[in-house]
């Protein structure tokens, strides 16, 4: 394969290409999916291919196969001049990439034990038994288990003398009880909603989330939904759980900062964004207590990773800082348009696919106050968590969430349950409403493994942490 990728960015500039980058790819993912005791699904997808990005004339052209011989990659080094100076021919500005990246590395990520050694009967036998323990409870008409492992092998380089070996290795697993009454259906899930929760991690992940001891807990919450007050309209304050945060992280943060969507370059899928260029270390994005890092450096963050899909190596990067807004996420090419240089965020789903501006592990950074204290510390608001549903504009600005769960909190306990909890807001005036944050005791990762972007639609893994936060005068419920 080192061969091969040689004498095809040989290849490329003999072709004219000013600049030329190969990814060669090698993936293996493994998915178990489980139902009311019955194994419903079983799959070992095998895939490899390779993509090259070439600079022609100041402008880009991409080109893949499945196909890893030299024949091949001649044909595609072609298409991706062609394309390359059919986009030229429209361009309103060259591409300029900035300072070269030059490394030659490998990287793998740190793994206790290899989620593919384990033994499909022992995978299996788990899932059950967590499934077992949620359908014992009287309600529950569905109970839902899942586990999924990626091993990804990527050859990176380029004609600016990078050669770069990764392997990545993700482990991630979830539950879902869902209890039914004549009128309504309830779920609840664990660890996180949407299928599982995920890591760059092997498979002591796995056995680290304590699927059956959490399973027979979570099908009684649900069952318990179906009788729970209603979430009630009005303004208070809101606290939020972790796995929350880390979703409003995402979506209200976590996209407003790629640079590719402020200047307009990803806009049809995935938006705009609200936070414009003069914004840049003059925006108070929240409170003073607001401090957001983005970090593709963090052990075990589902966007962790060696280097990105540019050959830019893994970075932490600050974000909002006191509450101002000082850095985006960006690329070679769009760094360069505000005097800076790559902090890694350019990653592709799969080898067929063109890379772009992603999140890493975007996070806020843990506060002084531990749970317990927090909640005794308000006389009066409502505890959320877990993602329900979620809606927010294309510039990132105006939201709204559902939550699974929710309780009272009154004179400084939590109380009643609540069921079809939701709140909204405004993004800079939400943060700006932030007064407290949860110590690093209660900080964790949390993976999204399903963020969309771009056209073709791409999904990438990506990370965030957080521990619970309280908001004031939040509106919650449904508007009137």
Known sequence: MKELAHRALNLAQLKGAAYGDIRIIHLVTERIDVKNGVVEGLALHRDQGFGMRLLVDGAWGFASSSLLTLEEVERVIAQAVEIAKASALVKREGVELGPPEVHKDTYRTPVKIDPFSIPLEEKIALLLAADGEMRKVKGIAVAESGM?????AQIFASTEGSYIEQEIIESGAGLEAMATSEDEVQTRSYPNSFGRHQATAGYEFIESMGLVENAQRTAEEAVALLTAKQCPSGIT????GGSQLALQVHESCGHPIELDRVMGMEASYAGTSFLTLEKLGHFQYGSEIVNITADATLPGGLG????????VPAQRTPIVKGGLFVGYLTSRETATKIGQRSNGAMRADGWNRIPLIRMTNINLEPGEWTLEDLIADTEEGIFMDTNKSWSIDDKRLNFQFGTEIAYEIKKGKLGALLKNATYTGITPEFWGSCDAICKRDHWQI???????????????????????ARFRNVRVGVMR
Do not use: R
């Open 148 to 152: 999924t492992f990626i091993k990804e």
């Open 304 to 311: 962790t990773f060696g280097y990105d899909d540019e050959g």
């Open 446 to 468: 949390w993976g999204t493994p399903n963020c969309g972007k771009g056209q073709p639609s791409q999904s990438a893994h990506v990370g965030h942490g957080a521990s619970p």
């Open 237 to 240: 304050t809101l606290i939020l």
